[in-house]
């Protein structure tokens, strides 16, 4: 996939930049180095290769080290929510800013 010098004057007002015409070149030949390292990547057969979770464990036994899933913290609701300005119900009410 290679971009176009129109391609960069999208994405750069979907992103609201405001880009010179010397940072539009170099934006092109980076977005454009980036998606060539994509296709090399794809070209690469990865059929029947397990995806790992860390690179160590291509190279090391690895254990996830899983804690137990218990409550370890107080429910602070109602102190939490002292401050708020609207409570009902254990929820914060908010003031309706779109219509």
């Known amino acids: 996939m290679t971009l176009t010098p129109t391609d960069v004057n999208r994405i750069a007002l ?5 880009l ?27 059929t029947g290769i397990a995806p790992l ?8 036994d690895v254990r996830l080290r899983m804690r137990e899933d218990r409550v370890t913290e107080t429910n602070e609701r109602a102190a939490n929510q002292r401050s708020a ?3 009902e119900g ?5 003031p309706k800013v779109i219509e």
């Not at 979770?53 to 090391?60: G, H, K, M, N």
């Not at 254990?90 to 908010?94: D, F, N």
């Open 85 to 87: 300005p609207a409570v």
């Open 14 to 18: 979907l992103a609201r930049l405001e």
């Open 53 to 60: 979770y860390t690179p160590l464990s291509a190279v090391q």
């Open 90 to 94: 254990g929820l914060y009410l908010v």
């Open 20 to 46: 010179s015409p010397t940072e539009q070149a170099a934006m092109l030949t980076q977005l454009n180095g980036f998606f060539a390292i994509v296709e090399r990547m794809r070209a690469v057969d990865t």
